[in-house]
């Protein structure tokens, strides 16, 4: 049976598993989320056999994110890590100037690569990514630390009664902070864990834009709500980085946000595993806001879910 709790699951480990983690230290950082792995070199997980990474995904699902501080990781063995969890990806919609990889993508302070806004990555395609695999190649002396918050934890401690709404929503997502507002998913406002069956509060103030069962004011108001409460200290973690450390997190049940408070060059490369199916806790029992009446100013409000609907029915029309 799935289990949920607030710090993800754990999950059955198998004899195998057992025995490919015995030397590991495991730390938790922080009551909600998050922990270091140390005694092991992940070059050898990379290349080795599955035990080794079936024993990386259940420390991954039971914390979250986890973090490899002091590892040497070259480019091909971290694409060859992320190959072995699924089908890794570069960056849909930002160039890559840095690195002839194009399976990695990279994030360089100086060019303007800082994620200091909440998020969850590539959550405006259909299928997001599943899991992120960062190497944190240059790190600045102080600050640019990442914070990530449990989305299991954040849904939890919802009321009741706002959880009864959320799980009915919907919300459209886009790639506006890319300059792509053309780019567009919804998905459900809570989703539903594939591997451990916790649910999940899956709206982030850089990517979702919009309620699509409610009027716009509505709409801003409540995502508002939402995505403010994700950032409630109590939920997160707050990692403060050193050179060569690898850093994996479940983009199916965390956001994350870099403080933006450093100097000088700080420079990650991601791989990312895509292909995720984001279920959710129950279909939708409302249809999506169409706004009534007469075209009028307020019109703008409504105008892109207008464009989603009308792509999507023009989709499934020519299907
Ligand atoms: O720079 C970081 O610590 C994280 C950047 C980020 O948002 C990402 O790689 O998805
Ligand atoms: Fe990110």
């Not at 599955?50 to 259940?58: D, L, P, R, Y």
């Not at 959880?163 to 567009?184: K, S």
């Amino acid at each position: 049976m799935k289990r949920s709790n607030q710090r993800g699951a754990p999950r059955d480990k198998g004899r195998d598993t057992m025995s490919a983690q015995s030397n590991w230290q495991v730390r938790r950082l922080a009551g909600s989320l998050g922990a270091e792995i140390t005694g092991l070199d992940l070059n050898e997980i990379a290349a080795g056999d599955e035990a080794g990474i079936e024993a990386v995904m259940a420390q991954l699902l039971e914390h979250q994110v986890i973090f490899f501080p002091g590892q040497k990781m070259d480019i091909d063995s971290h694409v060859a890590l992320g190959k072995r969890f699924g089908r890794v990806e570069s960056h849909p919609n930002l160039k890559n100037p840095f690195t002839q990889h194009n399976e990695v993508f990279e994030l360089a302070a100086t060019q303007g690569g800082v994620a200091d806004e909440w998020h969850t990555d590539i959550t405006f395609e259909d299928q997001p990514s599943i899991m992120s695999i960062l190497h944190m190649v240059t790190c600045p002396e102080f600050g640019g630390d990442t914070m990530w918050t449990n989305l299991n934890q954040a849904y939890q401690e919802l009321s009741p009664p706002m959880q009864a709404l959320c799980d009915g929503l919907t919300a459209l997502h886009d790639a506006h902070p890319h300059n792509r507002e053309d780019i567009m998913a919804v998905h459900p406002v809570v989703r539903v864990h594939p591997e451990t069956g916790a649910k999940a509060l899956y709206v982030n103030e850089h990517f979702t834009r919009r309620l699509v069962e409610m009027n716009a004011t509505e709409s801003k108001v409540v995502l508002d709500y939402l995505t403010s409460w994700v950032k409630n200290p109590r939920f997160t973690v707050r990692y403060h980085w050193t050179p060569g450390t690898i850093a994996i997190w479940d983009n199916r049940c965390t956001q994350h946000f870099v403080l933006n408070d450093f100097e000088g060059e700080r420079i990650i490369q991601r791989v990312t595993v895509m292909g995720d199916v984001v279920e959710p806790a129950q279909p939708s029992p409302w249809e999506s806001w169409v706004r009534p009446g007469r075209l009028s100013a307020t019109t703008r409000l409504d105008r892109q879910l207008n464009r989603y609907m009308k792509n999507k029915s023009a989709e499934s029309a020519e299907s």
